[in-house]
């Protein structure tokens, strides 16, 4: 009867190699997913990306027609965040921060930006 004995630089490349693949999947995780998901990420996404400070971060709740997506949250000098994602229109997202409008545009660009960086 032999022993096979594994050597440790094998171990190694094959615990590498499984964190590797850990860190590619968590990075496609955010395009996948339900609607309510998807709102969210691109709404964080759009916070992160005009730097505005985060107080609280946005819920998201799906409408009564199960396709409207708004969200809510609070900035760090106390602003609302507020954003909708309508039924009739789902790839269209806008986002306000206090009265202004800080994004009006494709949900779906925000979500490849998001994927690509």
Known sequence: MTRRVVPVTLVALIL??????CSQIAAIAPVGGDRLAEVRYAVNDILIEQEIGILIAPVCT??????????????RDQQAVDAVSTAASPD???VRVGDEVVYDGSLIEVLERGSSG
């Open 16 to 21: 590498t190699l499984a964190v590797a693949g």
């Open 62 to 75: 799906v409408g009564s027609d199960e396709a409207t997506v708004t969200c809510e949250g609070t900035t």
């Open 92 to 94: 269209d997202l806008v």
